[in-house]
T-cell receptor
Framework: DSGVTQTPKHLITATGQRVTLRCSPR?????VYWYQQSLDQGLQFLIQ???????AKGNILERFSAQQFPDLHSELNLSSLELGDSALYFC???????????????????FGPGTRLTVL | AQKITQTQPGMFVQEKEAVTLDCTYD???????LFWYKQPSSGEMIFLIY????DQQNATEGRYSLNFQKARKSANLVISASQLGDSAMYFC???????????????WGLGTSLAVNP
């Protein structure tokens, strides 16, 4: 158990709909990352938040948005869903408290179990 | 161009033998980090090992070791004494930029599926 939680585990919806995926990082972690894993494109970085602020943006579509709340949990909103949005969406966290990194210099990301989204 | 290349879509290994999973990377940044993650059939991503670009020694974590050849831009994962539970997808990933930087996104390879035979 990584300590990162994601809900829901599975989500089945129809094209054109809007869904919200939720992530709670490990206790003390300030950074949250969202990734999309699809069969044809592998793992793609979507967006990173650090202590409530957006820090890095990847291949995130305009139909997608995210935010990180004061309690550090994060939500990924996907709207106007298309068949191609079907994928496994991962949330990861890192950073420890007050930005203190491990002595080894590693700042590995701890992944949640993922949300499997199926768009029909 | 692919930044992380894993050339072996699938690998087989006999239980208790060692196996090497290949990873080559492409970056012009002198400071970067390389990660290996394991994804079993249950879907979760499990961190295995990390190598920093300035690390003098190859990283080791239990049965996992990283054969880091900087000039060749390769970071192969070596699993010693394979176990049935090692059967999974293995992903190589890279963080460009220093560890203390703000941009900490990981760039991923397409993975290698490892099957351990009894």
């Amino acid at each position: 158990d990584s300590g990162v939680t994601q809900t829901p585990k599975h989500l089945i919806t129809a094209t054109g709909q809007r869904v919200t995926l939720r992530c709670s990082p490990r206790s003390g972690d300030l950074s949250v990352y969202w990734y999309q894993q699809s069969l044809d494109q592998g793992l793609q970085f979507l967006i990173q938040y650090y202590n409530g602020e957006e820090r890095a943006k990847g291949n995130i579509l305009e139909r997608f948005s995210a935010q990180q709340f004061p309690d550090l949990h994060s939500e990924l909103n996907l709207s106007s869903l298309e068949l191609g949005d079907s994928a496994l969406y991962f949330c990861a966290s890192s950073g420890g408290s007050a930005g203190v990194f491990k002595a080894s210099g590693t700042d590995e990301q701890f992944f949640g179990p993922g949300t499997r989204l199926t768009v029909l | 161009a692919q930044k992380i290349t894993q050339t072996q879509p699938g690998m087989f290994v006999q239980e208790k033998e060692a196996v090497t999973l290949d990873c080559t990377y492409d970056t012009s940044d002198p400071s970067y980090g390389l990660f290996w993650y394991k994804q079993p059939s249950s879907g979760e991503m499990i961190f295995l090992i990390y190598q920093g670009s300035y690390d003098q020694q190859n990283a080791t974590e239990g049965r996992y070791s990283l054969n880091f050849q900087k000039a060749r831009k390769s970071a192969n994962l070596v699993i010693s004494a394979s176990q049935l539970g090692d059967s999974a997808m293995y992903f190589c990933a890279m963080r460009e930029g220093p560890n203390a930087g703000n941009n900490r996104k990981l760039i991923w390879g397409l993975g290698t599926s490892l099957a351990v035979n009894p």
